[in-house]
């Protein structure tokens, strides 16, 4: 029964599935992008708190992304989002353990690209759970 609905999650194998897969594509696109500025900059300082607020807008089109591509309905929201969001949160955990080097060889820049990765999880979650709707019965 590969579409049957996970009556501990209110999704179906398929979606969970399909979210796992945008976790860890949004954790690989998140840890290039925080590679990449994270020598320029962007992670300290005032900059930082510029990066972050970005982190507000730009988070929202990967949640309504994520809500068409998987087809969620609107009372499903937040735990897709929580799906996505864990599924990037555990990838993160075993790289800044075991592969730091993936984000920086600076320790500096490991620790900022990693507060990165959390913040942005946060920020996933609220809005899965500000975008999230009662059941329509």
């Known amino acids: 029964m590969p579409y049957a609905v996970d009556k501990r999650l209110g999704l179906t194998s ?7 897969a ?3 594509a949004l954790w690989f696109i998140a840890a290039i992008i925080l590679r990449s500025i994270a020598p320029m900059g962007a992670l300290e300082g005032t900059a930082r708190a510029i990066t972050y607020a ?5 988070t929202l089109p990967f949640v309504i992304l994520t809500r068409v591509i998987v ?6 929201i937040a735990i897709g989002i929580a799906v996505v969001t ?3 949160l555990l990838i993160d955990g075993i790289v800044v353990a075991w592969f730091p080097g993936v984000y920086s060889n600076e320790i500096r820049h490991v620790a900022a690209c990693a507060a990165g990765i959390l913040w942005g999880a946060g920020v996933g979650l609220l ?5 999230n709707e ?3 019965i």
């Open 86 to 88: 864990a599924t990037a």
């Open 71 to 76: 087809k969620l309905r609107q009372d499903q």
């Open 22 to 24: 945008i976790g860890a």
């Open 54 to 58: 970005l982190v507000i807008p730009g």
């Open 14 to 20: 398929g979606q969970s599935i399909a979210l796992i």
């Open 134 to 136: 009662e059941a329509k």
């Open 127 to 131: 809005l899965g759970f500000i975008l």
